[in-house]
């Protein structure tokens, strides 16, 4: 794979990267309060543990879908007047019609986003991990992981009906995807919009 081609899956991912951020910086806006309810309810299993905790919110669930739908709309804007986009993108804009269009896709993206973080945050309630922290040792190294990755895995599986990666694309998705997570989660932690690092 050369230089350009992995510049376009860059280029690809964008959307969905802009989406989680600015989807972090809504959660911390004073707006849309009364969606800042848990996606559980409150509901607590026969373990006496939550299901998926206080972290997880309608707010931050939905923002990310509708944010990403925006994001896929404008991409869709950009390869639609402008040549520089069409050249960039691997994605055909112009064989979406409403509704199946960017902003449809957009959507399912960032559903798939959101949805692959719950089982991990299930699990995590289970083993009595609270939300917003970390564990040092071994079990904090593969959570670590798991947290930087499920929402990549969510969002490779969403994205199949309008592009499929070849093994290798997919590859290289999962690695930009699972790093830029990583960075960017660090970099929202040193200006205060996430309480941990990584």
């Known amino acids: 794979m050369d230089l350009n081609h992995f510049g376009k899956l860059v280029y690809f991912i964008l959307p969905l990267m802009l989406g989680g951020i600015f989807n972090m910086v809504f959660m911390k806006l004073p ?30 669930f939905l923002g990310m879908i509708l944010i990403t739908s925006l994001f896929m709309g404008l991409f869709g804007f950009f390869f639609r007047n402008f040549e520089w986009a069409r050249e960039v993108s691997l994605v055909d804009y112009s064989r979406f019609s409403f509704p199946f269009n960017e902003f449809f896709y957009g959507g399912v993206w960032g559903f798939g986003y959101v949805l692959a973080e719950l089982p991990n945050s299930f699990v995590k309630r289970r083993i009595s991990i609270a939300p917003g922290t970390q564990v040092s040792g071994l079990k904090g190294i593969i959570f670590t992981i798991i947290d930087q990755s499920d929402s990549v895995i969510g969002c490779m599986i969403f994205m199949l009906p309008f592009f499929i990666p070849t093994p290798l694309e997919a590859l290289v998705i999962f690695c930009i995807g699972t790093g830029f997570h990583y960075i960017v989660n660090i970099l929202l932690y040193l200006v205060g919009l996430k309480n941990q690092a990584g």
């Open 31 to 60: 707006v849309l309060s009364s969606l800042k309810k848990p996606i559980d309810g409150g509901t607590i299993l026969r373990d006496g543990k939550r299901l998926f905790g206080d972290n997880k919110s309608w707010k931050g």
